[in-house]
């Protein structure tokens, strides 16, 4: 599994302390920037960071902007992406398994480091449960094909 990490400039610190936790645990981690404080436009790094998702169905995306909210916005809106939004353990965990969620999106502005650590953990170590689950995400997916 490679994770994919990726901010704009509101989400930079987060981005960087998420980078070092999970190179920390051992993870295989890309990060497709932003790399400095300086203002950018966080769709630009949404496009990237889906791109490289999409590239392998085992690849795991985490976004960070200020709200978590504008980089959810953009993920959703692309094929295959799954993108969750998050501000407490509890969703992250759930998200996993019942929505096959393959991005992770936070807000720096609005999660504290330490719980914003625990959620990007707890996502991770949960897995998708199939099922009746599996139904409802080919009921989303199917939406894909609606235009
Ligand atoms: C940047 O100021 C801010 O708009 C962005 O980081 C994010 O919160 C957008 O949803």
Known sequence: MKIIIGADHGGLLLKDKITQHLKDKGYDVEDV?????MSC?????????????LDDSANLGILVCGTGIGMSIYANKVKGIRASHCTDTYSARLTRQH?????????????????????????????????????????????????
Not at 33 to 37: C, I
Not at 41 to 53: F, G, H, N, S, W
Not at 102 to 130: H, K, P, Q, Y
């Open 33 to 37: 920037g932003t790399y400095s404080a």
């Open 41 to 53: 436009d966080y769709p630009m790094i949404a496009k990237e960071l889906t791109t490289r998702v």
């Open 99 to 147: 929505n096959d969620s393959n991005v992770l999106c936070l807000g720096e502005r609005i999660t504290g480091m330490g719980l914003a650590l625990d959620i990007v953990d707890e996502w991770l170590s949960a897995s998708f449960e199939g099922g009746r689950h599996q139904r409802r995400v080919d009921m989303i997916n199917e939406l894909d094909e609606v235009k």
